[in-house]
């Protein structure tokens, strides 16, 4: 004997589908940007002519720079992503409220 689950009048489910919206390539331009710059960075530092002290100050300034570079980028995309959560909330609860709701004109069915 078969068990079915009843069907349920007015409730609609929908599956987004998901992407992702950065590419592989993306990521790795990315990353190999990241890697020329620090690499041109200490060519430059290492052409300066400073004593040994001046050029870790310079260095150490350019590498929190660049950290702080990467960081500022992470936050801007969880917050991004977090406002995506959020919209995908609500635009979950705004279909159950239309998939309740009456028609207009019907009153309650």
Known sequence: MSRTRPFQKGITMSTPKVTTKHTNAFF?????????SVIWNIA???????????????????FCSMFATVVVSKVVRDREEANE???GLRQARYEEVLAHAPAPGLGHL
């Open 44 to 62: 430059n530092l290492s052409l300066l002519g400073l004593d040994l002290h001046e050029r870790y100050t310079i260095g150490m300034g350019m």
């Open 85 to 87: 959560f959020v919209n």
């Open 28 to 36: 790795g331009a990315a990353v190999v940007f990241l890697s020329i």
